[in-house]
């Protein structure tokens, strides 16, 4: 990446506290990728508010620090430590950049259009102290008034990532920093699919792939946007142009 400008703001208003309890999650990074004018971002931080006090919160965007930034986050009152970084464009970027610069032993990547509830805050803290090793992740729905067939796109991926292995990086994936720099980050280079090749990492490098047993909530806009035909297609042949050739590696690799 060719430049990093970090802001910052530690909120102190308001009188919001993380839930008690926690045993992990107070060592959380939360690391959310902003891309040219994405807006979702602002309904995030509203899920935030269960968090630990301690955790930090990274918003790493291809674009500048909104003017309003400040003033929002007063106005959501979450005393959290939350800082805005402005990168290069790229989702593989944006996160590794905001792994480099956060400071908390676990690294939790959540997409910008995800909506996050205590409960399900909750059941990650059980997953990191039970499995600190392992790779943690959601199962995925999508929220309300989103298109009926997308109930479909929710059982296809709980079976893709419960019986194939391969979850996402819009089911909120979450490791701790050693095994994040044990997979050497997300891949930069390729124009999708950074989270998918790095789940094949994690299968190459034995690492535990966990789930939460609770879901996340996505945003359904691509489908409406695009069709829900032709986005679910797209998604499946993009997905399996990647899987093919990595599966057969990693069988190649345990075969020798």
Not at 22 to 31: D, F, M
Not at 37 to 48: K, Y
Not at 87 to 105: C, I, K, P, Y
Not at 166 to 184: E, H, K, N, V, Y
């Amino acid at each position: 990446m060719s430049s990093i400008t970090v802001r910052g703001h530690e909120a102190q208003v308001g009188s919001l506290r993380g839930e008690p309890g926690y045993r992990l999650l107070a060592s959380v990074s939360v690391i959310v990728p902003v891309g040219p004018q994405e807006l979702l971002w602002r309904d995030l931080l509203s899920c935030f508010a269960s968090l630990p006090i301690e955790c930090e919160i990274w918003f790493v965007a291809a674009q500048d620090q909104p003017a309003d930034f400040e003033e929002f986050l007063a106005k959501c009152g979450l005393e959290r430590i939350v800082r805005w970084a402005s990168v290069d464009v790229g989702r593989g970027s944006q996160m590794n950049a905001g792994a480099s610069l956060s400071t908390r032993e676990f690294l939790w990547f959540l997409h910008a259009d995800s909506k996050v509830s205590s409960e399900a805050i909750s059941a990650l803290d059980k997953s990191l102290t039970a499995f600190p090793g392992a790779i943690h992740y959601f199962d995925l729905a999508f929220s309300e008034g989103s298109p009926i067939p997308t109930r479909l796109n929710a059982w296809g991926v709980w079976m893709r990532s419960h019986c194939l292995g391969l979850p996402f990086g819009d089911q909120g994936l979450c490791m701790s920093r050693d095994t994040f720099a044990l997979l050497q980050g997300f891949r930069e280079e390729v124009p999708y699919g950074e989270d998918h090749l790095l789940i094949w990492a994690a299968h190459r490098k034995h690492i535990l792939l966990r789930a939460v047993g609770a879901a996340l909530t996505t945003s359904a806009r691509k489908y409406e946007a695009n069709g829900w035909f032709s986005t679910t297609v797209h998604h499946l042949w993009r997905t399996w142009y990647q899987a093919i050739p990595q599966g057969v590696a990693l069988l190649w690799s345990r075969l020798r």
